[in-house]
């Protein structure tokens, strides 16, 4: 009989439950977050996913039943404000957009690649024309002082120039943790569905060889980059394309999310007598 606090397949699915939050738990250590600040965050998630689950139905005893969580925690989960940092989401929005339409836009493109672009200017191309292109709600300088600082863009003689190798941003900057949790959340929320699924309705798929020299492993690791820099640009720039299109028909309600990763280890690091659960 299973009791209260078992996980159901609880030997593969505690497993993959450990895998998957080793790394986390590693971020959230580096960040200070100690474990009942998780636990809050677990449990209120458990509450956002059983309301969704049950819509209508979605009482507060059901959810406590549904998930365990105390019927009095479920109460005050449920009357958060959820407006919450709508303004950050929209500030990363922005500059997430400025610098999807400098790779896409065919305007602020020469021999499929970013031009630099002079900091002033009203007509196209121009750094300032480029993002009033995108929102006129927020000046150009305030986006030019953010990109600087997370150095995704150098600027020389009012000349802007977009750093490829910068985009991710520079360390502890919200937008690296905006993409953290939108990146991650989406290629998680793929494998779930694809786990609960009879089919597989997203691609997420992935290459794994051990037994390799550091020297290989750094020419494979080039080579994904390439291939993977030129992936995102190429779907980069069809999506800008069909958005402008599909923007006019009142049917565009869809979205995506397409990334690429490479992740590789020394095994000899790993405590001997333990092995991956690759290896198995």
Same mark, same amino acid.
């Given at each position: 009989m299973q009791t209260p606090d078992q996980t159901p397949n609880s030997g593969f699915l505690d497993q993959a439950l450990r895998r998957i939050l080793k790394p986390?738990?590693?971020?959230?250590?580096?960040?200070g977050v100690t474990a009942p600040a998780l636990y809050t965050l677990v449990k209120q998630t458990y509450v956002d996913v059983a309301v969704d *689950? %049950?819509?209508d139905d979605a009482t507060d005893s059901r959810v406590t039943v549904m998930t365990g969580v105390h019927r009095r925690d479920v109460k005050e989960f449920r009357n958060r404000d959820p407006a919450e940092d709508v303004s950050a989401r929209r500030k990363i929005s922005t500059l997430s957009t400025v610098i999807g339409r400098w790779l896409s836009d065919p305007i602020y493109?020469?021999?499929?690649e970013p031009v630099v672009l002079p900091r002033f200017g009203d007509q196209s191309p121009s750094f300032e024309a480029l993002v009033q292109s995108v929102s006129r709600d927020i000046r150009p300088r305030t986006v030019l002082d953010e990109l600087l600082r997370q150095e995704i863009v150098s600027i020389r003689e009012d000349?802007?120039?977009? *750093? %490829?190798e910068g985009l991710v941003g520079t360390s502890g900057?919200?937008?690296?943790?905006?993409?953290?949790?939108?990146?991650l959340g989406d290629h998680m929320q793929a494998g779930v569905d694809n786990l609960l699924s009879d089919t597989s309705p997203h691609m997420e798929r992935a290459v794994f060889y051990n037994s390799l020299s550091a020297h290989s492993v750094a020419e494979i690791e080039k080579a994904a980059r390439d291939l993977g820099l030129d992936a995102l640009k190429q779907i980069n720039t069809l999506a800008a394309a069909r958005q402008s299109e599909d923007v006019k028909s009142g049917t565009a309600t869809h979205r995506f999310r397409f990334g690429v990763f490479f992740?590789?280890?020394?095994?000899?690091?790993?405590?001997?007598?333990?092995?991956s659960d690759d290896d198995q």
């Open positions: 986390l738990v590693r971020a959230l250590i580096a960040k *689950e %049950l819509k493109r020469a021999g499929g000349q802007v120039r977009l *750093e %490829l900057t919200d937008q690296k943790l905006h993409f953290f949790g939108h990146n992740y590789q280890e020394d095994e000899d690091t790993v405590e001997k007598g333990i092995q």
